[in-house]
T-cell receptor, first 116, second 113 residues
Framework: ETGVTQTPRHLVMGMTNKKSLKCEQH?????MYWYKQSAKKPLELMFV???????ENNSVPSRFSPECPNSSHLFLHLHTLQPEDSALYLC???????????????FGSGTQLSVL | DAKTTQPPSMDCAEGRAANLPCNHS???????VYWYRQIHSQGPQYIIH???NNETNEMASLIITEDRKSSTLILPHATLRDTAVYYC??????????????FGTGTRLTIIP
């Protein structure tokens, strides 16, 4: 148990559906992240939030829309996805402390998404 | 951040020490070496990190060469549960904590019974 919980664990959706992925962290961290991991590919950073403010958008298509209502919750809203968007979507958090040399990422177990 | 090179796969007998190498020949003075691992269908898990001194924790030991161009992660007594992909990542320490790690393809370690 890492303290980062993602729901759902599995999701199957059609290309016209709208769905949301949820991430919650119980670690008191200030930074939260979305990563995408396609089959047999390295993890790709998608979005970074610090203190609820988006600080990184790694050229992610607009059909992926993140939302961070507070430092403990992170959502990824999905709309009109393509089959190539099928992947494991991982949420992570880190303390986000100023001048810290001990920043570590804590990952959730991910949502395995299949787009049909 | 500096690039790392790792062997794509390794095997290790259960109960033996697993030594995972990483080459980071372009590392600069303010870059840390981090190790994470990812067990199948789970999120990556932090293992250990260091700057220039050797480090040890309850999971593993990290040996960094004196010139810092390479390092070795050591799992002292490998178990079947250590079968995973191991990522070596080099990262600059930033003034504000914001962990934008770049994961490569890592080393797939298989522990053999």
């Amino acid at each position: 148990e890492t303290g980062v919980t993602q729901t759902p664990r599995h999701l199957v959706m059609g290309m016209t559906n709208k769905k949301s992925l949820k991430c919650e962290q119980h670690l008191g961290h200030n930074a939260m992240y979305w990563y995408k991991q396609s089959a047999k590919k390295p993890l790709e950073l998608m979005f970074v939030y610090n203190f609820k403010e988006q600080t990184e958008n790694n050229s992610v298509p607009s059909r992926f829309s993140p939302e961070c209502p507070n430092s403990s919750h992170l959502f990824l809203h999905l709309h009109t996805l393509q089959p190539e968007d099928s992947a494991l979507y991982l949420c992570a958090s880190s303390p986000g402390q100023v001048r810290s040399t001990n920043e570590k990422l804590f990952f959730g177990s991910g949502t395995q998404l299949s787009v049909l | 951040d500096a690039k790392t090179t790792q062997p794509p796969s390794m095997d290790c007998a259960e109960g033996r020490a697993a030594n995972l190498p990483c080459n980071h020949s372009t590392i600069s003075g303010n870059e840390y070496v981090y190790w994470y691992r990812q067990i199948h269908s789970q999120g990556p898990q932090y293992i250990i990190h260091g700057l220039k001194n050797n480090e040890t924790n309850e999971m593993a030991s990290l040996i960094i060469t004196e010139d810092r161009k390479s390092s070795t992660l050591i799992l002292p007594h490998a178990t079947l549960r250590d079968t995973a992909v191991y990522y070596c990542i080099v990262r600059v320490w930033r003034n504000f904590g914001n962990e934008k790690l770049t994961f490569g393809t890592g080393t797939r370690l298989t522990i053999i019974p």
